[in-house]
């Protein structure tokens, strides 16, 4: 494992390179996002091993529709460029700050001059050559999609030659380029713009003030991805150069290269604002400040955990305005109704940014159609798409959070109330997907070829968790949202209160006598519309002790728990599936076939950490003995966040089986939200 050293300031973190061995440096990840869901990422030896790495990964419609527009710059110096000797040799010295990828060979090695790596408002590149050194800086623009990379020339033996060649992609970042791509550059007055030769195009602007351009338009063939070669996609990638930047350097000095995604109908003229470093810094550590104010100085952790959960917050662009949302993960998923929901009491309320919390909740709640709330937004057009039956019980877990949290019930009882009670109506009465309450009082949705819950893995038609009628979770949150409405109306409305107690209490009944398995020991998994029962030991029945209201007795909630850390309970999250079980598969990698078998067939999700905390607390009465071990269930992930995968990130799942490698997207919503909030309630 590599080592990790952190500095005083919980945001600065520095990582040893020098004598690490290649396949340690390429398993770990850094990753910049800014408040439009665009992102700069790679390894932290700068060598791109996906296809969604680049310099610049910029959003046409926030938080969607991205753009792979800047891959990566060839950065090459030349010692004593006008040198020769008396013989005729050649004595110039060449060196790389850069390493790319090909099939069998990885070249140039510059990794090996790479002292450390460093993240603080940026990300930085400490080189160390004979006779130069350099610290490379990334900085993201935190309201744009503009990158700044700061080359600082601490100290020089001699003259040098840097030559500077970025290379393009202008590509939707889920696909890949081939050298066919029609592109074409335009020089113009404040740098170089390269934009596809077709209508409607987006443009790219290049510029690096103290170097000299000079046209030199080419392909390079096949760099290579290896992440995307062990996911079973392809692999290679053709990237076009329009030429290349050079200067020679004679003195300690500093060199800005800058690169801006813009969409057909933006305007470039604030371009060169956009780029002033110091006014960048300035406001990146403003952000970051801002992310920790509810934070205790002296809690290193908790400033960590807020600065994590402040790369999902970003803003989604409508017609009109912009509304805050949450990204579920990057590098590619969107905004996502049920991520959004289950992470925004621990991204949002935990650390009070009330406003942002408000206005998530609100634009959701303008959506609700059919009283269901849409569970994503097309990344290329408005359509909402409402395939989740949990997502819209998720929406009033968390404004019945935000309520809670904040007391304004003004803006809980305009905006959310109405959705909540559509909600809850057209889930007695039924709505979409065949969802509704059973005459026991239950909720059951959908059929075999839909899969409605959060575990949704499928293939070529093939449901690997089938979880149609009547899942534990659901049912959960159903019993748990008509509790909390009996609450609410106890001394407003007692007409509304006696309806909800009554459902309620049917509910109630009913979940105890079909879903505890008292031969098991535990609650069943699934009840399937013709009585069958799924009976798999599955960390979902956890929320029927975590919510606010639970339809379980005392001791059918110790038993839960308790079987649950004896069977499920790794130092990364919960398994999804009880490692006896025949189904289970212990490794999430392969094709994508082989990854959505394992995906809830074994495979461990953070993010139920939060709730199993919660519960392991609560059936424990938050004793200093149950808040001690709690912390001990907390401790892997909260050292995972610095020292595994992606820095200052929790991927998205780990492996059921030791070692527990992270797998998935490189930095998850809900798994950070969730470590906050269980980080919470043991500091409690």
């Known amino acids: 494992?590599?080592?990790?050293?952190?500095?005083?300031?919980?945001?600065?973190?520095?990582?040893?390179?020098?004598?690490?061995?290649?396949?340690?440096?390429?398993?770990?990840?850094?990753?910049?996002?800014?408040?439009?869901?665009?992102?700069?990422?790679?390894?932290?030896?700068?060598?791109?091993?996906?296809?969604?790495?680049?310099?610049?990964?910029?959003?046409?419609?926030?938080?969607?529709?991205?753009?792979?527009?800047?891959?990566?710059?060839?950065?090459?110096?030349?010692?004593?460029?006008?040198?020769?000797?008396?013989?005729?040799?050649?004595?110039k010295q060449v060196y790389?700050?850069?390493?790319?990828?090909?099939?069998?060979?990885?070249?140039?090695?510059?990794?090996?001059?790479?002292?450390?790596?460093?993240r603080y408002l940026g990300v930085h590149f400490d080189y160390k050559f004979p006779e130069v050194e350099i610290t490379k800086s990334i900085y993201l623009h935190p309201e744009s999609d503009v990158v700044v990379v700061v080359y600082d020339f601490t100290r020089l033996s001699g003259p040098l030659k840097f030559i500077l060649r970025p290379f393009i992609g202008l590509r939707?970042?889920?696909?890949?380029?081939?050298?066919?791509?029609?592109?074409?550059?335009?020089?113009?007055?404040?740098?170089?713009?390269?934009?596809?030769?077709?209508?409607?195009?987006?443009?790219?602007?290049?510029?690096?003030?103290?170097?000299?351009?000079?046209?030199?338009?080419?392909?390079?063939?096949?760099?290579?991805?290896?992440?995307?070669?062990?996911?079973?996609?392809?692999?290679?990638?053709?990237?076009?150069?329009?030429?290349?930047?050079?200067?020679?350097?004679?003195?300690?000095?500093?060199?800005i290269f800058h690169a801006g995604l813009y969409g057909p109908d933006d305007s470039k003229g604030d371009?060169?604002?956009?780029?002033?470093?110091?006014?960048?810094?300035q406001d990146l550590y403003k952000k970051q400040k801002s992310a920790m104010e509810s934070v205790d100085t002296k809690d290193e952790n908790l400033k960590e955990l807020f600065l994590a959960a402040d790369q999902f917050i970003v803003k989604r662009q409508t017609r009109d305005a912009s509304e805050t949302t949450i990204v579920a993960g990057f590098p590619w998923f969107a905004d996502l109704g049920r991520d959004a929901f289950l992470s925004l009491p621990g991204l949002m309320l935990e650390n009070g940014r009330y406003e942002e919390a408000k206005s998530l909740l609100s634009y959701f709640a303008q959506a609700v159609d059919k009283g269901m709330i849409p569970n994503r937004f097309d990344e290329h057009n408005h359509k909402l798409h409402f395939n989740s039956v949990d997502g819209s019980l998720w929406f009033i877990n968390a404004a019945f959070q935000y309520l809670n949290k904040t007391a304004d019930f003004r803006t809980f009882s305009q905006d959310f109330l109405p959705a909540i009670r559509w909600i809850v109506d057209s889930y007695n009465k039924g709505t979409r997907f065949g969802i509704h309450a059973d005459k026991d009082g239950l909720i059951t949705a959908g059929?075999?070829?839909?899969?409605?819950?959060?575990?949704?893995?499928?293939?070529?038609?093939?449901?690997?968790?089938?979880?149609?009628?009547?899942?534990?979770?659901?049912?959960?949150?159903?019993y748990s949202a008509l509790r909390q409405l009996v609450d609410l109306y106890a001394?407003?409305?007692?007409?509304?209160?006696?309806?909800?107690?009554?459902?309620?209490?049917?509910?109630?009944?009913?979940?105890?006598?079909?879903?505890?398995?008292?031969?098991a020991g535990y609650l069943n998994d699934c009840i399937f519309p013709d009585g069958s029962v799924d009976a798999a030991l599955r960390p979902n029945q956890i929320f029927a002790v975590s919510l606010a209201f639970s339809p379980l007795t005392d001791e059918q909630k110790k038993a839960v728990v308790n079987i649950i850390e004896e069977k499920l309970l790794t130092p990364f999250g919960l398994r999804t599936l009880d490692p006896s079980d025949k189904r289970y598969k212990g490794t999430c990698t392969g094709s994508q076939k082989e990854r959505d078998q394992a995906y809830y067939q074994g495979t461990v999700w953070p993010y139920l950490i939060g709730p199993f905390v919660e519960g392991y607390l609560k059936v424990n009465h938050f004793s200093k003995r149950s808040k001690r071990n709690a912390a001990g269930f907390i401790q892997p992930l909260i050292r995972?966040?610095?020292?595994?995968?992606?820095?200052?990130?929790?991927?998205?799942?780990?492996?059921?089986?030791?070692?527990?490698?992270?797998?998935?997207?490189?930095?998850?919503?809900?798994?950070?939200?969730?470590?906050?909030?269980?980080?919470?309630?043991v500091k409690s």
């Open 447 to 478: 059929d075999e070829n839909t899969q409605l819950t959060w575990m949704d893995a499928k293939y070529d038609g093939a449901a690997f968790t089938p979880r149609f009628g009547k899942a534990v979770e659901v049912n959960a949150l159903w």
């Open 491 to 519: 001394a407003r409305d007692k007409a509304a209160q006696k309806s909800y107690k009554s459902l309620a209490d049917t509910v109630e009944n009913s979940f105890r006598k079909v879903f505890w398995n008292e031969s």
């Open 1 to 91: 494992m590599l080592t990790l050293k952190r500095d005083k300031c919980a945001e600065l973190i520095s990582i040893p390179i020098d004598g690490q061995p290649p396949e340690n440096l390429l398993s770990r990840e850094w990753l910049l996002t800014n408040s439009r869901g665009g992102y700069s990422s790679s390894t932290i030896i700068g060598c791109n091993t996906r296809k969604y790495h680049g310099l610049l990964i910029g959003s046409l419609a926030p938080p969607v529709h991205r753009i792979m527009a800047l891959s990566q710059c060839l950065e090459m110096l030349i010692l004593n460029p006008q040198a020769a000797g008396s013989d005729g040799q050649n004595k």
């Open 271 to 281: 371009f060169r604002a956009k780029t002033d470093i110091k006014k960048i810094k």
């Open 640 to 681: 995972s966040l610095t020292q595994d995968g992606c820095v200052g990130n929790l991927s998205e799942i780990y492996d059921g089986d030791k070692p527990y490698h992270p797998r998935g997207c490189i930095a998850q919503a809900w798994n950070v939200a969730e470590l906050i909030r269980a980080y919470r309630l």
């Open 96 to 118: 790389n700050l850069t390493t790319f990828e090909f099939e069998g060979r990885i070249f140039p090695k510059s990794f090996n001059y790479i002292d450390k790596f460093r």
């Open 172 to 255: 939707d970042f889920h696909t890949l380029q081939k050298s066919y791509a029609p592109l074409y550059s335009v020089d113009f007055s404040d740098g170089l713009l390269v934009r596809h030769n077709v209508p409607g195009s987006c443009e790219l602007v290049l510029n690096a003030p103290k170097m000299k351009y000079v046209k030199d338009q080419c392909w390079w063939f096949d760099f290579l991805y290896r992440n995307e070669k062990q996911r079973g996609y392809e692999y290679t990638e053709d990237l076009w150069t329009p030429g290349f930047y050079n200067c020679v350097l004679d003195s300690p000095t500093q060199i």
